[in-house]
């Protein structure tokens, strides 16, 4: 899910089923990413083509969501879709980023649309830039959610803890702004480390404290050829949801054609969740993922 997820005129319908017995609520501790740094070491994070400039926990997976659609019936078109999101310090971040001609009308739009169910807050004031905060409970795990205009762009930060306070939130906040002409770009080759975990530091959902929560999960769509081709079936992936918040050791258990595997992959990667706890500490789950693809 995306947590909100488009609707895309013509598109496909997609039923994802996730196993959501394997997975549980609870209160999150103090956890790690990526490296195991100090809460101190947030990295500066400016993307290519993007226009603000961020202070993040860690590094993001990178999801490029299918674009140059109309969003909606005489709606505004969407010209590039992408979403940042990471994990550390029991904090759960995602940028979603939609180009646009004319953003003021696509946020118009995707306010209706994306953020139906989520109650609207407040106006605030983020470093200089008007926005809107709104309250979701996406999944079942408290989101909140910042939304925001700028020249070629709208924006949502959306964040998610498990703790009732978390210094993380306001740290990531007071790092967003626009970027400068001084700002130095992210290197694109700068991506989580997320290495296969080995077979003995895997748990069972029934052998642990606390089952691995999801607070974000993007849904894949069809590929331009598997949607021509009128495609329906299942992707069946097996997977670890690693003690650092990233997902490793992605395994097919069935595929599809025409490309259909390879995205259910790689919006598999970009699922964020709070890792599973055995004792009190973070450890790797593994898990199974059905994803059911059917045309309307």
Do not use: C
């Amino acid at each position: 899910m995306k947590g909100p997820t488009l609707t895309r005129s013509g598109f496909s319908y997609i039923l994802v089923l996730f196993l959501l017995s394997q997975f549980g609520f609870g209160k999150a501790q103090p956890l790690h990413a990526l490296p195991a740094d100090s809460e101190t070491d947030w990295i500066p994070f400016v993307p290519d083509g993007e226009e603000f400039s961020a202070m993040i926990p860690a590094l993001p997976t990178i999801l490029n969501e299918p674009a140059n659609y109309i969003y909606r019936k005489d709606g505004e078109k969407v010209l590039q879709h992408r979403d940042y999101s990471g994990y550390k310090d029991g904090l759960v971040f995602i940028i979603e980023s939609y180009k646009a001609a004319r953003p003021q009308k696509l946020m118009d739009a995707l306010i209706e649309g994306e953020l139906r169910g989520a109650t609207f807050e407040r106006e605030i004031t983020l470093n200089g830039l008007n926005a809107r905060q709104y309250r979701s409970n996406y999944l079942k795990v408290p989101l909140r959610i910042i939304g925001f205009v700028t020249k070629e762009h709208v924006y949502f930060l959306k964040l998610a803890t498990l703790a009732e306070t978390n210094s993380a939130v306001d740290k990531f906040l007071a790092g967003f702004r626009l970027r400068t002409p001084q700002d130095k770009e992210h290197s694109p080759d700068l991506i989580p480390a997320t290495a296969d975990i080995k077979q003995d530091d895997i748990f069972s959902p029934q052998d642990l404290t606390r089952k691995a929560v999801i607070a974000w999960k993007p849904i894949p769509s069809y590929t331009e050829k598997a949607r021509v081709n009128g495609l329906i079936g299942s992707v069946i992936l097996e997977a670890v949801f690693a003690a650092n918040g990233y997902v490793t050791n992605i395994k097919v258990i069935n595929g599809m054609k025409d490309g259909m595997t390879e995205r259910a992959i790689e919006y598999t990667r970009n699922i964020r969740f709070f890792p599973a706890e055995k004792d009190g500490k973070p450890v790797s789950q593994s898990t199974r993922l059905e994803y059911k693809f059917n045309l309307y």
